[in-house]
């Protein structure tokens, strides 16, 4: 049983890594995602936002996509796993950043730049060319809609979510079998963040 469970989870990330290459191959970002990122790494640069724990964002503070899902939302969503992260990294769909948590099965060492299992994978994107992105991607895969979540949402079949609130954009692609149960509750989570 355990085998299984590491085959499908082996079959899910590699399905992933599959359509996010072929997303980047297709349409690569025109903004800048590695503002902030040193190259090599996906990691923050010198100067540049702390990706340490994230919160919920309050007040004034505009929501990103470290801060729109919490590290315990994350790790109930890999089935109460510990957690690490988010750390830093494209987002190549949507261009942007990705804030990516990793469950104790992700191997270490591997960049957040690359799709795996076991991970929660975060992209919020907000102003003018949020719906953009959300069309851009849903005309790339066979989007199945979700009612109920947002002002627009769907699935694509094998990876992600995606929702459109208002001028907000948010996929949330979490890396384990029969994943869109916990990525709807992850979208229902951080809808008001948005």
Same mark, same amino acid.
């Given at each position: 049983?355990?085998?299984? /469970?590491?085959?499908?989870?082996?079959?899910? !990330?590699?399905?992933?890594?599959?359509?996010?290459? !072929?997303?980047?191959?297709?349409?690569?970002?025109?903004? =800048? $995602?590695?503002?902030?990122?040193?190259?090599? =790494? +996906?990691? $923050?640069?010198? @100067? =540049?936002?702390?990706t +340490?724990?994230?919160? #919920?964002?309050?007040?004034?503070?505009? #929501?990103?996509?470290?801060?729109?899902?919490?590290?315990?939302?994350?790790?109930? !969503?890999? @089935?109460g796993q510990?957690?690490?992260?988010?750390? /830093?990294?494209?987002?190549?769909?949507? +261009?942007?950043?990705?804030?990516?948590? &990793?469950?104790?099965?992700?191997?270490?060492?591997?960049?957040?730049?690359?799709?795996?299992?076991?991970?929660?994978?975060?992209?919020?994107v907000? +102003?003018?060319?949020?719906?953009?992105?959300?069309?851009?991607?849903?005309?790339?895969?066979?989007?199945?809609?979700?009612? @109920?979540?947002?002002?627009?949402?769907? &699935?694509?079949?094998?990876? =992600?979510?995606?929702?459109?609130?208002?001028?907000?954009?948010?996929?949330?692609?979490?890396?384990?079998?029969?994943?869109l149960?916990?990525?709807?509750?992850?979208?229902?989570? !951080?809808?008001?963040?948005?």
């Open positions: 049983m355990a085998v299984d /469970r590491y085959l499908t989870r082996g079959m899910t !990330a590699f399905a992933f890594i599959m359509m996010v290459t !072929a997303c980047a191959a297709s349409s690569p970002p025109t903004a =800048s $995602p590695s503002a902030g990122l040193s190259p090599a =790494s +996906g990691s $923050p640069s010198p @100067g =540049s936002a702390s +340490g724990s994230a919160a #919920p964002t309050t007040g004034g503070t505009a #929501p990103t996509s470290c801060t729109v899902i919490t590290a315990a939302e994350a790790s109930a !969503a890999l @089935g510990p957690v690490t992260g988010p750390r /830093r990294g494209n987002a190549y769909v949507e +261009g942007g950043v990705a804030c990516v948590y &990793y469950g104790p099965s992700a191997p270490a060492q591997v960049s957040p730049n690359i799709p795996i299992g076991d991970t929660v994978r975060v992209v919020l907000t +102003g003018p060319n949020a719906k953009k992105w959300f069309g851009d991607y849903r005309g790339k895969v066979r989007a199945r809609p979700i009612s @109920g979540i947002g002002d627009q949402a769907y &699935y694509d079949g094998y990876a =992600s979510i995606s929702v459109l609130k208002g001028d907000a954009y948010l996929r949330i692609a979490v890396g384990i079998a029969d994943n149960s916990a990525e709807e509750t992850l979208a229902r989570a !951080a809808l008001p963040r948005m």
